[in-house]
């Protein structure tokens, strides 16, 4: 039966506080599989050609969202100059950020149940976007074309219904919303179907024809079993790639039916120990999955392993590299570099690593840069609960080029500055806020079109 549709919430929302502190505007893994060219967001077309053009020439940001202080700085690239603040915004970093082509970027608010656009290429950051979700965000993804982004928000403990809520983003208005059984949504938007992943222990994957979505409540016209506890998510040329405790899966989507296509083993070569949450998507000419596996076997932090995971385009057998021990978690990516940050007892430490295909070092650690350890970092005998809540968590952006790092001193409200091509710590900036957590940090490239449609 058709399940009935969930109501958006209602009730104020909380005022946005701005201060300026002045400054100018300152994959594929079958063979056949290429990314597509679609896969950056155009939106809604600029009200002007000036306008366009504004995006397009419009310099980098620094966006560094801190949600334990409820505030979202704004700093010009290369100068670090706070252009301003947002308050009263507590980003979703488990959502994250998605950069739109017109230098919005789309986020949740931890509080309000919003989808917001923030808007960087102004002269002080403004949230010109927002609109109403039926519950707290999980995930954010866009479609290949920009057109609509679907929002996932999590399942009433209840009755364990979450929903997936699609965004006009021309217009900015919820056009459908649609109640799933779930207990962790994961989401993507693959040509005109809506997927939705259960991260249960019993994983699915469900398709949806979006014109059906969009026509009112809807029945799944495919599903497939995965493996369990999927997280993390990418699309390559009309395939999702998921991240499961079975290993790196991959479904092909085509008209709303899903065929699985195998799953890679987290094993390679000798190296068979743990498992990945995170994916992202380089090179347009021949696109690479990325990311890392981690091991929390030990119940000692300092002694987890982690791995760099890297599958290239035709091959169905991953490549790992040594990351060190402690925790490495999410990472940044641009041209060719990659960009980590450990946390470990005895030292915090930035990986800068070869992400240009054709080098001779590729997947090879170029840099490895001792960071000053936070003064609140966690101690060797904490538990792991502790070690995740930790003030001290460090986060990592890099700009699109790749000359320039940034890693944020959780609860000291500092981010360091690296040269990566050098692997230097270059300087810092101090934040109004303390960061506690390490907060969330992205590059905004405003004009760019990037391949990664999914909130980081």
Not at 53 to 66: I, K, S, W
Not at 256 to 267: I, M
Not at 434 to 451: K, W
Request: glycine share 12%; with cysteine; charged share 25%.
């Amino acid at each position: 039966m058709p399940t009935p549709s969930v109501p958006g919430p209602t009730g104020p929302r909380p005022a946005l506080g701005r201060r300026r502190a002045g400054g100018a505007l300152a994959a594929g893994l079958a063979g056949v599989l290429t990314l597509s060219a679609c896969s950056g967001a155009a939106p809604r077309a600029p009200e002007s050609t000036a306008d366009a053009e504004a995006v397009r020439t419009a310099e980098e940001r620094l966006v560094v969202a801190d949600p334990a202080a409820g505030a979202i700085h704004t700093y010009s690239v290369p100068e670090h100059e706070l252009l301003g603040t947002l308050e009263g915004v507590k980003v979703q970093d488990h959502a994250g950020f998605v950069q739109l082509e017109d230098g919005r970027l789309l986020l949740a608010d931890i509080d309000t149940p919003e989808l917001l656009a923030l808007d960087v290429t102004r002269d002080e950051p403004v949230i010109t976007d927002r609109v109403d979700l039926p519950g707290s965000a999980v995930h954010i993804a866009v479609d290949p074309e920009g057109a609509r982004a679907v929002v996932s928000t999590s399942a009433d403990p209840q009755t364990g219904t979450g929903a997936l809520t699609v965004v006009d983003l021309e217009t900015f208005e919820s056009v459908a919303t649609l109640p799933v059984a779930t207990e962790e949504p994961g989401i993507a938007l693959v040509g005109d179907t809506l997927l939705h992943r259960d991260g249960a222990e019993a994983g699915r994957v469900e398709a949806f024809p979006l014109e059906d979505v969009l026509d009112g409540p809807a029945e799944a016209t495919s599903t497939t079993d995965v493996g369990a506890y999927g997280h993390g998510e990418a699309v390559v040329d009309g395939h999702l790639l998921l991240a499961t405790d079975a290993g790196l899966e991959r479904v092909h989507v085509d008209g709303g039916e899903l065929a699985p296509e195998g799953v890679l083993s987290w094993t390679a070569g000798d190296r068979d120990w743990g498992r990945g949450y995170y994916l992202r998507v380089l090179g347009a000419e021949a696109p690479h999955v990325w990311s890392y596996v981690r091991d929390q076997s030990s119940e000692t932090w300092g002694e987890w392993r982690n791995d760099l995971f890297v599958v290239p385009p035709g091959e169905d057998e991953a490549q790992r590299r040594p990351l060190g021990d402690g925790l490495a978690f999410r990472f940044s990516v641009a041209d060719d570099r990659v960009l980590f940050a450990r946390m470990h007892p005895d030292g915090y430490v930035a990986h800068v690593v070869d992400a240009d295909p054709g080098s001779p070092t590729f997947l090879e650690t170029l840099h490895a840069v001792p960071l000053p350890t936070p003064s609140r970092a966690p101690a060797r005998e904490d538990d792991l609960e502790e070690v995740w809540a930790s003030p001290g968590r460090p986060i990592t952006a890099i700009t699109a080029a790749g000359d320039t790092g940034y890693v944020s001193r959780g609860g000291d409200g500092i981010v360091d500055v690296l040269d990566t091509r050098a692997g230097t710590v270059t300087g810092t900036i101090t934040v109004p806020t303390a960061l506690d957590g390490g907060g969330y940090l992205t590059v905004a490239r405003p004009g760019t079109e990037l391949v990664d449609t999914f909130g980081r």
